[in-house]
């Protein structure tokens, strides 16, 4: 049975590209709000927002964070990675900046959101691992990712549980 995964991305840049993630099926993952859903959400402020990922988190096991060039200090994302950390969650990213978007262009590697958040004093990077597909060709990191996402989230469930 496919895990249940919450993808937490910066949704404006990097939408196209978490499609194609989505699009693997290797996991069971949350639909992504529509630009008009999300717009509706935002109207209700903070508390509507935090409500809003709450319930797109329920009955989840592990959140991935989708690495493109501007995803770290991302308010919502840090929430979203500080929530599902302190709900005991796996917690694992990967960088996407290079699959290609919907105009076949690829982006710069982004900071590692975990260097940005502290767990007991020390960086969460030394307890959440990044993977940053190798290869050149988006079909190359696509091929990788969709090798390797579900061992991913068995790992970072097994780093969070011990």
Known sequence: ???????????????????????????????????????????GGDAAIEKWIENQMKNRTCTLVLIGANTAKRKWINYEIIKSWNDEMGV?????????????????????????????????STKVKCYDPPGTKSEEIYDWIANNIAQIVEEAIKVRNS
Do not use: C
């Not at 993630?21 to 709000?33: S, T, W």
């Not at 694992?92 to 105009?103: C, D, M, P, R, T």
């Not at 076949?104 to 960086?123: A, I, Q, R, V, Y």
């Open 92 to 124: 694992a990213g990967i960088y996407i900046h290079g699959l290609k978007n919907e105009k076949g262009e690829k982006s710069k590697k982004g900071d590692n959101p975990f260097d940005f958040l502290t767990f007991k004093n020390n960086k969460l």
């Open 1 to 43: 049975m496919a895990r249940r995964v919450f993808y937490s991305f910066h949704y404006k840049e990097d939408s196209w590209r978490v499609s194609q993630v989505r699009n693997i099926g290797a996991l069971e993952g949350n639909m992504p709000a529509s630009d008009n859903d999300w717009e509706q959400v935002k109207k």
